[in-house]
């Protein structure tokens, strides 16, 4: 499990990109399209930002690659808080992607009608193979959760290949989230994380006991490679550091 640290989240995220585009020229020579799980949340913002910055939009061949999202706020696509509308503003947006490469989250059903539709959409765009994204980026929660597993949900508990709703008690909100099995089914994982409010959780995740109920994060073993990308400052509580 690469860590891959650096002092600053300006590197952490040009590194980032770089493997990004890395594993776009590798999707596209073997499948001839690029599959990739965006997360959510205030971190990424900056590393789709940079995709879309003239420094890598031109390294990318943008209408091979097909976008879905990790989790989603249950909230209209144009609420603040929603991480297609954060997506859209810093990554398709500016790069003119067309709405056919977009599969994000029906929020106008119910909660658990929304989480169905999404599994279908997934079961139809992969046509009946393995849904294998050929890349999940991933957050990390100060409280260690990732997508939209958080502790001591019954989620974390569900075996299906798919999506599913949870209702956040302390925070009286729904979320919709793509299940540790589905996400671990891809050909690559690569956790985004930075700044000195993670450093807990990061130690907790990647050297404190196992205990995925408390640590979400720790669910994720993809079959696939499982990569880090963490500043110092995130990095700080870790062995060696
Ligand atoms: C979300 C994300 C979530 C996020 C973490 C970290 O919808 O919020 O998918 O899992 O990655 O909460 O969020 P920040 O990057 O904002 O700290």
């Known amino acids: 499990m690469p860590l891959h640290i650096y002092p600053t989240a300006e590197d952490v995220l040009r590194h980032l990109a770089d493997y990004f585009c890395e594993l776009v020229g590798q999707a596209l020579a073997a499948r ?14 900056q590393l789709y930002e940079l995709l879309a910055s003239p420094a890598y939009r031109d390294k990318i061949s943008w209408r091979q690659v097909y976008f879905f999202f990790g989790d989603e706020r249950y909230v209209p696509p144009t609420d603040a808080e929603s991480n297609y509308l954060m997506a859209k503003t810093a990554l398709l947006a500016p790069l003119g992607i067309l709405p056919e490469q977009v599969f994000a989250v029906d929020t106008s059903l119910p909660p658990a009608e929304a989480a169905q539709a999404y599994a279908r959409t997934l079961e139809h765009f992969f ?33 299906s290949i798919g999506a599913k709703e949870v209702f956040l008690e302390d925070k009286h909100v729904f979320r919709i989230t793509l299940t ?13 994380v930075y700044g000195a409010g993670k450093a807990a959780a990061v130690e907790r995740v990647l050297t404190g006991k196992r205990d995925p109920d408390q640590f979400p994060a720790q669910l994720i073993a993809p079959a696939g490679e499982l990569h880090w990308y963490l500043d110092s400052a995130a990095a700080a509580l870790l062995p060696d550091s």
Request: glycine share 10%; no cysteine; hydrophobic share 50%.
């Open 32 to 45: 001839g399209r690029f599959v990739v799980a965006l997360s959510g949340g205030s971190s990424p913002k």
């Open 127 to 159: 046509a009946g193979e393995e849904a294998r994204f050929d890349l999940v980026l991933l957050g990390l929660g100060d409280d260690a959760h990732t997508a939209s597993l958080f502790p001591y949900t019954s989620v974390l508990h569900d075996a």
């Open 180 to 192: 540790a099995p589905l996400l671990n089914q891809a050909r690559a994982v690569a956790f985004l």
